[in-house]
């Protein structure tokens, strides 16, 4: 069932797959205010390129955005899009020790309590590894749009189909499976 989902994911192009993201992500609950930062680089067509990902702390992915700097401009973006897009500011944010989140968010939510610890960034670390294993199978990526458009897609359906930690019993598991298949159809429009 799942390779169905993937064939609908590859088939999807342009405005259509843009709908299907918008339909999907807006099912989403409101996040956890605790907000996971990091970034990983990604090479495309040998330039590097820096994916920035925001995770609350039920490891759901809030945003992603690729950018080709990893400065304070581009992690005050990510904030600036976050707050705008869920429309509050967390209660904490946890980074790794890249001093660029520190300066950012003293410009953007000064108010905002900080974090800055490698080791309790695992949530947002542990969020790159689907992304590195379907970049491994895709090998690699053509352009920085292409990127961009890919890992939206992917978070938004990940977000819908894993179930979250504090929710493991089998039946509980089978039923959010089922309701993300069907948000899935409504938002692909598949009878």
């Known amino acids: 069932m799942t390779t169905s989902l993937w064939t609908c994911l590859k088939s999807s192009r342009g405005n259509q797959a843009g709908g299907i993201n918008r339909a999907v992500t807006r099912r989403q609950p409101r996040p956890g205010d605790v907000w996971h930062l990091d970034e990983v680089v990604v090479k495309i067509a040998s330039q590097s390129y820096w994916l920035w990902r925001a995770v609350d702390q039920h490891g759901v992915v809030l945003e992603e955005i690729l950018q080709p700097r990893r400065d304070k401009r581009a992690a005050k973006r990510l904030l600036i899009k ?103 159809k409504s938002a692909a429009n598949v009878a």
Do not use: C
């Open 82 to 184: 976050l707050m705008k897009r869920w429309s509050f500011v967390p209660k904490r944010i946890i980074t790794d020790k890249l001093r660029s989140y520190g300066a950012a968010k003293r410009e953007v939510a000064p108010g905002l309590e900080h974090w800055s610890h490698k080791g309790l960034n695992n949530h947002a670390e542990n969020s790159h590894l689907p992304f590195r294993k379907r970049e491994q199978v895709m090998q690699g990526f053509r352009s920085p749009g292409s990127l961009q458009r890919f890992v939206s897609m992917q978070s938004a359906t990940r977000n819908s189909f894993s179930v979250p930690a504090r929710r493991r019993s089998a039946l509980t598991i089978r039923y959010h499976r089922l309701e993300a298949f069907e948000a899935w």
